[in-house]
């Protein structure tokens, strides 16, 4: 089984998701970025109006539109913490 990626995405509220991902691609103010398993850690800061698209094992993906916020990544996994945080519609088949 390929490794996951432990995901938050946070809205200053709640909780939005949470979940084991295999991949995490997000608009930062540097450019758009992907995150592996395994990435090197990094603070990055979202750009304004952003997606976060999250990637889940047997192609299904989910996507929200977020405004602010920070991606965070570690050890760990992956935290993206942001200012609000709304569901685009469903893009699995």
Not at 9 to 28: D, H, N, P
Not at 35 to 56: C, S, T
Not at 65 to 74: A, C, P, Q, R, T
């Amino acid at each position: 089984m390929a490794k996951q990626l432990h995901v938050e995405l946070v809205a200053v509220e709640e909780k939005v998701w949470s979940g084991e991902a295999e991949m995490v691609v997000a608009r930062t103010t540097e450019g758009e970025l992907g995150v592996l398993p395994g990435h090197a850690p990094l603070l990055g800061q979202l750009a304004e109006p952003g997606q976060v698209r999250i990637k889940l094992a047997g192609g299904e993906q989910v996507s929200y539109e977020v405004d602010g916020g920070f991606l965070s990544v570690s050890a760990e996994g992956v935290t993206v913490l942001a200012e609000s945080a709304t569901p685009v519609s469903a893009q699995s088949r």
